[in-house]
């Protein structure tokens, strides 16, 4: 570590170094880590917390879980693969960033993240801000009502929900309806202008999935089994994900 000194125990139970060789490619081993750093060099997180993916793969492979399970950095990754595509051993450092995160006392978690999944759990719209079926259709409804009567050329303009046998069954950031719901406008817009057929549904909309940061399985699992059978329920082919 270049500005903290961590003591490593000889003997110290480690859970992570394991997971760390399940993830090295068949027959390897850590020293196939070549420390070249190629996978810090691209990486987004690089710096945060003075931390790299390259020291937090070593942390795991030295054993330093209580570190591991201590250090912000866990969650400043946003998991987007770019350290695997760079690896010239292709260690998947993400997987173990995962394996990591599944493993902090919930308490602990990021208090945004932790509680955003626990709120999406709560109704059927899966929204992470808990908004429910009846103030969804009525944000959607309102914003288009006023475009229509005030915005030139889309005085027809579609906000259809629940339509059977849409093609496509778009879903929504929960943040626009409660915060900016303008924000919608220019996607409706744009689906009007190119005659999509297009539809959200009252159940299963929100775009995103906080359990699925936290690592929390069993909700990311419920909250996908829900936007999948809403999909499903109205019979549309292609599910548009803005995320
Ligand atoms: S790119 Fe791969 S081999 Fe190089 S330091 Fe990172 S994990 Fe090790
Ligand atoms: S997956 Fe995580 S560690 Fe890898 S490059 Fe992206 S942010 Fe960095």
């Given at each position: 570590m270049s500005s903290h000194v961590i003591d490593v125990e000889p003997g110290r139970k480690s859970t992570f170094k394991d997971q760390v060789m399940a993830l090295l490619?068949?027959?390897?081993?850590?020293?196939?880590?070549?420390?070249?750093g190629l996978c810090s060099s691209g990486?987004?997180?690089?710096?945060?917390?003075?931390?790299d993916p390259r020291k937090f793969l070593r942390m795991a492979a030295l054993g330093l879980d209580d570190e591991l399970l201590s250090t912000p950095w866990a969650w400043m990754c946003s998991m987007c693969q770019r350290c695997i595509h760079a690896c010239p051993m292709k260690i998947d450092i993400p997987g173990l960033v995962a394996n990591v995160r599944r493993h902090w006392p919930k308490e602990n978690q990021p208090k945004g993240i932790r509680e955003s999944c626990e709120m999406a759990l709560?109704?059927?719209?899966?929204?992470a801000m808990g908004t429910n079926e009846e103030d969804w259709r009525f944000v959607v409804e309102d914003v288009l009502e006023e475009i229509r009567e005030t915005q030139e050329g889309f005085e027809k303009l579609q906000a259809p929900m629940d339509k059977k046998d849409a093609h496509f069954f778009l879903n929504q950031n929960s943040r626009e309806p409660v915060t900016e719901p303008d924000e919608m406008v220019p996607l409706w817009k744009i689906l009007h202008l190119v005659g999509a057929d297009w539809t959200y549904g009252s159940k299963g909309w929100a775009a995103e999935n906080y359990c699925l940061f936290c690592q929390d399985f069993e909700g990311w699992e419920k909250i996908t089994q829900v936007k999948a059978k809403a999909v499903d329920d109205l019979g549309c082919k292609v599910w548009l994900n803005t995320e």
């Open positions: 490619p068949e027959g390897g081993n850590l020293n196939m880590c070549l420390t070249c990486c987004p997180a690089t710096g945060l917390e003075d931390m709560k109704h059927d719209t899966c929204s």
